[in-house]
Nanobody, 126 residues
Framework: QVQLVESGGGLVQAGASLSLSCAAS????????MGWFRQVPGKERQFVAA???????????DYADSVKGRFTISRDNAKNTVYLQLNSLKPEDTAVYYC????????????????WGQGTQVTVSS
């Protein structure tokens, strides 16, 4: 069982930056693929970024086209935490951001991870 707790959301102006964190429980955190998704009311949850486990100490970062070059996903295995740095924020980035985890990278990619956080609100004003 893995529990995920996001933090770091807030209200910012366009062009600003935010840093989201997702703290995970579980002894095998380093082997999990971690992902960030976002959702606005009335729309489907959207993939944002993933930090995919390839092999021991080797990961691959993947991003949605809409955030590539502006967002950065990273992790600290010693702290069981994955981060999402959001730079050059736009009003269209406004959403609830969710952290996801799974040992199967394909499930993270499909948005069907076994484990999800409760979400953190990011609001970007114009």
């Amino acid at each position: 069982q893995v529990q995920l707790v996001e933090s770091g959301g807030g209200l910012v102006q366009a062009g600003a930056s935010l840093s989201l964190s997702c703290a995970a429980s579980g002894r095998t955190f380093s082997r999990y693929t971690m992902g960030w998704f976002r959702q606005v009311p009335g729309k489907e949850r959207q993939f944002v970024a993933a930090h995919r486990w390839i092999r021991v100490n080797t990961y691959y970062a993947d991003y949605a086209d809409s955030v590539k070059g502006r967002f950065t996903i990273s992790r600290d295995n010693a702290k069981n935490t994955v981060y999402l740095q959001l730079n050059s924020l736009k009003p269209e980035d406004t959403a609830v951001y969710y952290c996801a985890a799974d040992e199967d990278p394909s499930k993270v990619a499909r948005g069907t991870s076994d484990y999800w956080g409760q979400g953190t609100q990011v609001t970007v004003s114009s």
